[in-house]
């Protein structure tokens, strides 16, 4: 950040009196601009036995599979944010079961919600951040094309609570990747 928002003027970085952590503050007005996580709401479409995944037609990781999901918007719930983004992603009609996974990413400021839901109806297709969207069966996962860490927890997770039959709440944080494994 360079610019306050409030009055254009420049940012500085420094700790507020009364405050612990740096916040860009302007050097004009005095505005505190807080920065935080960002969440990104998704879920894992279910039809039958098969999971609906996206081939991203986007960065980062292009090419790879992941569950519909994307950054939360301004006036939304999250249901509503996880439903939207099975809609954008492979035209999805879906109904949100149930909270499944909350992950923490604090490496890179993010936070994932990701629910457990049922698809509609089988009739979907590629959005614009999709090269194609397909079922698969547990045994068919492309585990070694998943695009995050969090898609191939979230997805674990999932199998081995459907084989208990018993759905589990996950709460987790997952530490800055090493160079040899996938990325946030």
Known sequence: MK??????QPVVLRIPEGD????????????????????????????????????????PRHGLWTLPAGFMENAETLEQAAS?????????????DGLYTVISLPHVNQVYVMYRAT????????GTESLEVKFFNEVDIPWDNLAFRTIHTTLQHFFEDRRQGHFALH????DRPTPASPSE
Do not use: M, W
């Open 119 to 126: 698809l509609l109806d089988p009739n979907v297709g590629a």
């Open 3 to 8: 610019f306050c928002s409030e009055c254009g």
């Open 84 to 96: 939207r983004e099975a809609y954008e992603e492979a035209q999805a009609n879906v109904r949100i």
């Open 171 to 174: 709460t987790l944080a997952l």
């Open 20 to 59: 612990n952590l740096p916040r860009y503050v302007c050097a004009q007005c005095q505005t505190i601009h807080y920065q935080n996580p960002k969440i990104v709401a998704g879920c894992i479409p279910v039809y039958g036995e098969q999971i609906l995944l996206c081939r991203r037609a986007i960065q």
